[in-house]
């Protein structure tokens, strides 16, 4: 996927990506850091990634980030599995997060059990996320707390709903900071005044103030589009 490509992208699994005791018990997730490098690095390259997940019948495995409601976001920290029986922490560059949660058949007392779903509201510069309970919305992600058969680090932090992610807006060469469309025509204001040039052998196009005035010029819609497509 193109990397200036700035749509939310969801990545849906069964299995989620953090190290958990089932990693070691039975194997769930050994080989997510595979998975996990590909996915955090396009999150660095600027990519809008939603990773989000299941199988999480229980509570009981997950105490340590938030038991039923887990939400991570760029810049927390994760734990992943680097093979069965080992695990480092990186920092995330996209959202991680439990779709929802079902039922408990192996509660641990103090943790979030209630069932829950979580709604998506997608917009042109965000994505805003809340979780919804049987009383209405509620914490996107639970405090974590300390079981008597993990020894995992605790992380305590809550996060409320809804929980807004700004989504990254690429622009061509040139970055665009607005672009409006009166009367058939886009009036670009560019943050720079460039030369008039055009490379397109580079694949570039550098938008120029055309007649050297030092105003901002308005071009006509069709042929502004056609280069821009050029330009991708």
Known sequence: ???????????????????????????DGQFGGYIFDVI?????????????????????????????????????????????????????????????????????????????MVVYEIYSDRVEISRYNQNGICEIKAKGIQNDKDSFEINETVYTSPMVTKLTQFRQKGWLSDKKIVDSQCVLILQQHLLNVCEMDSGLVKYADMNDDGAVDSVDLNILMSVIISAQ
Do not use: W
Request: proline share 4%; with cysteine.
């Open 40 to 116: 955090n690095q396009a999150g660095q390259d600027g990519l809008n990634i939603f990773f989000i997940f299941g199988h999480n019948h229980t509570s009981d495995y997950d105490d340590h980030i938030g038991s039923s409601s887990i939400y991570l976001k760029p810049g927390d920290e994760i734990s992943v599995a680097k093979g069965r029986y080992e695990c480092q922490s990186y920092t995330l560059s996209f959202v991680y997060m439990n779709a929802g949660y079902i039922t408990s058949c192996l509660a641990t007392s103090g943790v979030e059990t209630a069932p829950s």
């Open 1 to 27: 996927m193109a990397k200036s490509y700035d749509k939310p992208i969801f990545i849906v699994s069964l299995l989620p990506l953090h190290y958990y005791r089932r990693t070691s018990g039975a194997g």
